[in-house]
């Protein structure tokens, strides 16, 4: 079975680190270009992070640009994305999204794990 | 970047079909047929559901189609089933190596 499966999160106070993982199975992992999609509670999906196939070009959102970082292990199997200088408004859901590669740009993630919750609060 | 523009709320009677627009900008859905659409029911991850504007993954219902004019995007359910109702989201690449979504659409089947 395709599928991704998000770990990790949990929560932190204001300020603090966590690294999310997404593990994925049932496909070659190193085919595809992956992304990480957030949603607050009661929001919409917001895009956060996005890494192409190794060696990986990666690109953020404005909003997390110089906080996290995502990358890839293809022996793995598994997308991370480590987060640092967490704040409240960083309180979401996190999914780990598919992308099949596409010219010239990414045009679909069509894998979505369940997500793992980060909470972020003192 | 700012937010695709969607309806907050659309609602339609079983049978009926409804249509959810998504309005961008030249610098996203206006530039890029790049846009995809997304069904999320409750407590559920997002389902893909439309890309690249107008194709269907393998195993989404021909019911569901989409289209471009524009700025705007649209997603059209047609014979609107109980099952239908959910959120959905639209995306598109936006210049400078972003993608961004729409605020979201409930679907409500009367």
């Known amino acids: 079975e395709v599928q991704v499966v998000e770990s990790g999160g949990g929560l932190v106070q204001p300020g603090g680190s966590l690294r999310l993982s997404c593990e994925a199975s049932?496909?070659?992992?190193?085919?595809?270009?992956f992304n990480w999609v957030r949603q607050a509670p009661g929001k919409g999906l917001e895009w956060v992070a996005y890494t192409s196939r190794s060696p990986a070009t990666v690109f953020y959102a404005d909003s997390v640009k110089g906080r996290f970082t995502i990358s890839r292990d293809s022996a793995r199997g598994s997308l991370y994305l480590q987060m640092k200088s967490l704040r409240a408004d960083d309180t979401a859901i996190y999914y780990c999204?598919?992308?099949?590669?596409?010219?010239?740009?990414?045009?679909?993630?069509?894998?979505w794990g369940r997500g793992t919750m980060v909470t972020v609060s003192s | 970047q700012s937010a695709l523009t969607q309806p907050a709320s659309v609602s339609g009677s079983p049978g009926q079909s409804i249509t959810i627009t998504c309005t961008g900008s030249r610098t996203d859905v206006g530039n890029y047929n790049v846009v995809s659409w997304y069904q999320q029911h409750p407590g559920r991850a997002p389902k893909l559901l439309i890309y690249?504007?107008?194709k269907r993954p393998s195993g989404v219902s021909p019911r569901f189609s989409g289209s471009k004019s524009g700025n705007t995007a649209s997603l059209t359910i047609s014979g609107l089933q109980a099952e239908d109702e959910a959120d959905y989201y639209c995306c598109s690449y936006a210049h400078v190596n972003t993608w961004v979504f729409g605020g979201g659409t409930v679907l409500t089947v009367l």
């Open positions: 999204a598919r992308a099949p590669e596409t010219v010239p740009v990414n045009a679909r993630f069509d894998v």
């Open positions: 049932g496909f070659s992992f190193s085919d595809y270009e």
């Open positions: 690249e504007v107008h």
